[in-house]
């Protein structure tokens, strides 16, 4: 077999062209276009990466947003309540106020309607004994006895204060006339000279001029009157002070 020297030379030639064309037209540009792909393809992984990246700061934020605006709801809710609870709470007091207030008004209506309905009560109770009374000794005829009446009387003279005896004596002198002795029933002339020394003795001497009255309304006992004052020892004194005790419902004057 022999050998084309120059054939193959210019096939070794053709094949070495052919591989620059290649090279030059075909695989550069390929080269070039899958370097181009590439790169839009990194470029819209990029964009890709970044817009999810977006998305999930724009999901974060919606997140934090509704977490918020959960918060706030819930402040307002719980101030909303707390509002509402202070203002129930005001108006239950208010109210428990106000009814107590006019519970205890009424007790005290009640109260005083009670009080005014047994003083009243007293007083027709104690007005009617005491009329009872006097109409008996009136109609028994039963008279204190003058001798001690007169001891009352001297008793009650020495038993005040001797400030109000120095009083009845400065006003004695002031005045005209001396004391005024009122008796139930008359006395006679030694009995009258009998009272106005021990009176007057009573008084040590002061004054003179003593006179004598009758007054059967006393149903028993005597008075004397002084200027500015009166000493009483008689039923119709005891019945007033019966009556008294009566109206102020008190045991001990009964």
Do not use: C
Not at 76 to 92: N, P, S
Not at 219 to 229: K, M, R, T
């Amino acid at each position: 077999m022999q050998i084309e020297w120059w054939t193959l030379a210019l096939q070794a030639i053709n094949f070495l062209v052919l591989v620059w064309l290649l090279q030059r037209f075909l695989f550069r540009p390929i080269k070039q276009v899958i370097a181009k792909r590439r790169a839009r393809e990194q470029e819209a992984m990029g964009a890709a990466t970044r817009a999810e990246a977006g998305a999930e700061a724009a999901k974060q934020r919606y997140e934090d947003d509704r977490a918020a605006l959960e918060q706030e709801r819930q402040a307002v809710m719980k101030d909303a309540h707390e509002a509402v609870e202070a203002e129930r709470t005001k108006i239950l007091k208010a109210a428990r106020e106000e009814t107590e207030k006019q519970r205890t008004a009424a007790l005290d209506a009640l109260e005083d309607e009670r009080q005014r309905v047994l003083e009243a009560l007293r007083g027709d109770v104690a007005k009617t004994a005491v009329g009872l009374a006097a109409a008996l000794l009136a109609q028994s005829g039963a008279r204190m006895d003058q001798a001690e009446t007169l001891k009352g009387l001297i008793r009650r003279i020495k038993e005040m204060p001797p400030e109000e005896q120095e009083r009845i004596r400065r006003d004695m002198k002031q005045s005209r006339g001396g004391p005024r002795i009122v008796t139930a029933a008359p006395l006679e002339a030694g009995e009258k000279s009998e009272w106005e020394n021990a009176v007057k003795q009573a008084l040590e001497g002061t004054p003179n001029g003593l006179s004598f009255e009758t007054a059967p309304e006393l149903l028993g006992g005597a008075e004397i009157h002084f200027p500015h004052s009166v000493l009483r020892f008689s039923w119709q004194d005891h019945l007033a002070a019966l009556e008294e005790g009566l109206r102020a419902n008190d045991p001990a004057s009964q």
